[in-house]
């Protein structure tokens, strides 16, 4: 068995993650979930829990990992340790917070933000298409667009800085 401990928000829990016997199993706070995770295109899954659907695409995982979960923007820090994990978050936000990027290489169709605008948590900052299918790149957080990088029409790489927030 793995363990590792995610925090999301001002939470921190303790995973453990069995892949022995052709199945996947998650301890989280003493209770064992059965898990499944199917991938629809890349960073786009169905992710079940005890036999639950939820809709997952992950956004970034360079830094600390930005997800949706059922629509909902949720950043989260996975580290092997509890005590690395406040480590991990300090050194994430002096590098990587605010950093917006291409999660996966496309075309970038539209930014319908623009320079200067205030910005609400989950409020789309991008579209780009990749794999014939359009995706809305939303913000992680509420803050202000501090600069645009890219221009629509244009082809991006994964992980290709697309706007600054602040």
């Known amino acids: 068995m793995k363990t590792c401990w995610v925090?999301?928000?001002?939470e921190e829990f303790e995973?453990?993650?069995?892949?022995?016997?052709?199945?996947?199993?998650?301890t989280l706070s003493g209770r064992t979930h059965?898990?499944?995770?199917?991938?629809?295109m890349p960073a786009c899954y169905t992710?079940?829990?005890?036999?639950?659907?939820h809709g997952l695409v992950v956004r970034?995982?360079?830094?600390?990992?930005?997800?949706?979960?059922?629509?909902?923007?949720?950043?989260?820090?996975?580290?092997?340790?509890?005590?690395g994990a406040a480590a991990v978050r300090a050194g994430a936000a002096q590098v990587r917070y605010g950093e917006i990027r291409a999660p996966m290489p496309g075309l970038l169709l539209a930014?319908?933000?623009?320079?200067?605008?205030?910005?609400?948590?989950g409020q789309p900052l991008a579209?780009?298409?990749a794999m014939k299918m359009q995706?809305?790149?939303?913000?992680?957080?509420?803050?202000?667009?501090r600069r645009v990088h890219v221009s629509p029409g244009q082809e991006l790489a994964a992980g290709q800085l697309l706007i600054t927030m602040g």
């Open 7 to 10: 925090r999301v928000g001002e």
């Open 15 to 26: 995973v453990g993650i069995d892949d022995t016997g052709g199945t996947l199993a998650a």
């Open 34 to 40: 059965r898990v499944d995770l199917i991938e629809l």
């Open 47 to 53: 992710l079940i829990v005890d036999g639950a659907a």
């Open 60 to 83: 970034d995982h360079a830094g600390p990992w930005v997800f949706e979960l059922d629509g909902r923007t949720e950043v989260a820090e996975v580290t092997r340790t509890g005590v």
């Open 111 to 121: 930014i319908p933000v623009d320079q200067g605008a205030q910005v609400v948590a």
């Open 127 to 129: 579209i780009m298409e």
């Open 135 to 145: 995706m809305e790149i939303r913000a992680p957080h509420a803050g202000t667009v």
